[in-house]
């Protein structure tokens, strides 16, 4: 029971932080896009 | 006379431990100066729902007379409901915060994202320390360094441990100046924190400002749908800030809304201080996992900045990693200090403010994350 629940934590863990990354990332995409066009 | 000392004879001696935490909350708060705002009503609440027969709760009176308690009945509207203070408490707070440094430096984002690192570990820690999934990611969520994430998370996911989660969080978000400074130091050396950095800020538009805002929401609410709430209301209390048309409104946000709900949350949250609820030997694991997970949070961040200093050519100073924590502005300010006190002169503040606030979206999206994640896994 306790090692199934390490395993979830384990696969939150990694899919948490991809996802977090991810979606900065892209947040950071469009600041720089929306900063271009602001600029136009 | 034995009506008068009904409620002496019924005191536990959990109760008499939760009057003492009530009044340590309450010492912090007024000697101390940590977070008063929220560890004074809590600590308050804490006595008051710890009286025997408290009328601040729900009761059954003698002759079968149902009594309804304040404190029962602000938990069950206020948080129970559809989280409703934490989620309010936002709009203010997004009106409070200026995205400039950020939206000027947007490298700056990804320190946001690496100082989230802290909640994941904790909620392994935790899983190993044998606690449920729900409550393990409710407990890894005091690691997001934000008050009304945490309460949210821990009500969504139907925790056991949502008030010493809400001490936790509060507390050693008062504690930022003393827990990172500690963790920085564990894995920095004295040259890269002595690192300095230039501060050349891209020009920021208001058509920029006001573009930011929407399309947050719209992103972070594909991504982590359970994040709705607290992205949108975080980023609509920052539309009103920035359109320019709302003055009165950003400034009702800023101090009347987020002041009456901060001082109807530490109360309300109260409830969930119960002696029978807080005084388990699962509340220190707790505070001790809550500690685990700020110190992580500051080692992750330090330590991406650490690893793009492998590839760039102007270096980042390490600490800028740890401002990426919620805590706002108080890690930046720590960083700001810890900076100058190895190098006087050495100004890094504006760097620390946009990977701080960087963090208060992070940790909106890691909050969102953690409940679909953890509700899809739960069996």
Redesign the interface.
């Known amino acids: 029971m306790?090692t199934e629940?390490?395993a979830?934590?384990?696969?939150?863990?990694w899919?948490?932080?991809a996802?977090?990354?991810?979606?900065?990332?892209?947040?950071?995409l469009?600041?720089?896009l929306?900063?271009r066009?602001?600029?136009k | 006379m034995d009506y008068l000392f009904q409620g002496i004879m019924s005191v536990t001696w959990q109760q008499l431990v939760m009057y003492g935490v009530g009044i340590l909350l309450i010492w912090l708060a007024i000697r101390k100066g940590y977070e008063p705002s929220l560890l004074l009503p809590m600590g308050f609440g804490a006595i008051l729902v710890n009286l025997p027969l408290s009328g601040v709760l729900d009761q059954t009176l003698q002759g079968g007379i149902q009594s309804s308690g304040i404190v029962e009945w602000l938990f069950s509207v206020g948080i129970d409901a559809a989280e409703a203070m934490p989620l309010l408490l936002f709009i203010g707070i997004g009106a409070m915060i200026d995205f400039g440094p950020l939206l000027s430096n947007p490298l700056m984002f990804l320190f946001g994202a690496g100082a989230q690192f802290g909640i994941f570990a904790a909620i392994l820690l935790a899983a190993l320390l044998g606690f449920s999934l729900n409550d393990a990611a409710s407990i890894g969520i005091i690691g997001a360094a934000d008050g009304p994430t945490s309460i949210l998370v821990s009500q969504v996911l139907h925790s056991n441990y949502m008030g010493p989660i809400a001490v936790a969080a509060y507390s050693y978000m008062a504690l930022v100046p003393i827990v990172q400074p500690f963790a920085i130091k564990l894995v920095t050396t004295k040259k890269e924190r002595r690192i300095r950095m230039d501060y050349n800020p891209a020009a920021v538009s208001k058509k920029t400002r006001i573009i930011f805002p929407i399309g947050v929401t719209l992103i972070v609410g594909m991504v982590a749908p359970q994040s709705v709430g607290l992205v949108g209301f975080l980023m609509f209390g920052n539309l009103i800030r920035e359109c320019g048309v709302l003055e009165t409104l950003s400034q009702t946000a800023q101090t009347t809304l987020t002041n009456l709900i901060t001082l109807l949350l530490g109360i309300t949250i109260s409830f969930s201080m119960r002696a029978d609820q807080f005084v388990t030997p699962q509340t220190i694991l707790i505070m001790l996992i809550g500690l685990f997970a700020f110190v992580m949070d500051t080692i992750g961040g330090v330590l991406l900045a650490k690893f793009m200093n492998l590839f760039l050519k102007k270096k980042i100073n390490p600490m800028i990693g740890a401002a990426g924590i919620s805590a706002f502005p108080m890690s930046s300010r720590v960083i700001q200090k810890m900076a100058m006190e190895e190098d006087p002169g050495n100004v890094i503040l504006m760097h620390a403010a946009g990977a701080n606030v960087s963090g208060q979206i992070a940790s909106v999206i890691a909050g969102g994350l953690v409940i679909s994640l953890a509700t899809s896994l739960i069996h």
Request: proline share 0%; aromatic share 10%; net charge positive.
């Open positions: 306790r629940t390490a979830a934590a384990l696969e939150i863990m899919k948490g932080m996802g977090i990354f991810i979606t900065i990332i892209v947040i950071a469009f600041v720089w929306i900063s066009i602001g600029k």
